[in-house]
Structures are given as structure tokens and as C-alpha cells.
């Protein structure tokens, strides 16, 4: 199969908070303000994580991620895409960045690096 995405996606094993973005929209079945899931991968462009709560498309959060190495940036996401992947009711999520610093890309584009000369 032919990768489409613009940036290469890395595994990474850390927990991220969402919290839904308020705007004119109701959004139904959300029963908590913030979301504790786990991410999946990560790459300049977007994450993907999983979780058991269902979200809705095209519905945006903001999202503290806290790295590897201890340092940590926030960023607004959009959920692009979802998928069932057990029959444990767990949901695996893609989502882009909206608003993401440069010097956040740059600390995403240092682990990539580091991750290739492992």
C-alpha cells in the first residue's frame, strides 16, 4: 500500500488529556470535560490514539502532550479519522494538527531523528 500522509508517524508511548474545544456545536456523549487517552503514534502533522470514548468527526479538542522527555506542548487537534479495533469497544483515532508552533514540530522532527539512528 502507498503511504499518503506528508509526514512519516512514530510510535510513542505516553498519555495525552484532551479537552473538547466550546463553540457553537453541541456535541452529545461526552460526559467529562477532559479525556484521557492513549497516543498511538505521533508525527509532525497529526497523532493517532486510542480510546474507548466515542468521539465525533470533524469535532476538535485541545490536547496537552507530554513527551518523552519530559517536555510538553499543547496544540489544537482535529479528528480526521476513526476505526474499531477490538471487540473491546476501543476506537483508534487520526487526527491533524490545527495549531501546532514550529518549535513543537521541531521537537517531534528531534525525536525522529533520534528514533532513526537507534
Known sequence: MHEKRKSRRLDIDV????NQVKNLKKVDDINKDKI???L???????LAFK???ELKLNTFYDV???LWTKENFKSVIEIVRM???DDDNEILYGCRFIGIRPA???KI???EILNDSE
Open 15 to 18: 498519555k495525552i488529556k484532551l
Open 36 to 38: 484521557n487517552v492513549t
Open 40 to 46: 498511538v503514534n505521533i508525527s509532525r502533522d497529526g
Open 51 to 53: 480510546s474507548y470514548e
Open 64 to 66: 496537552n502532550i507530554v
Open 83 to 85: 476505526e474499531s479495533i
Open 104 to 106: 513543537d514540530q521541531l
Open 109 to 111: 522532527q528531534i525525536y
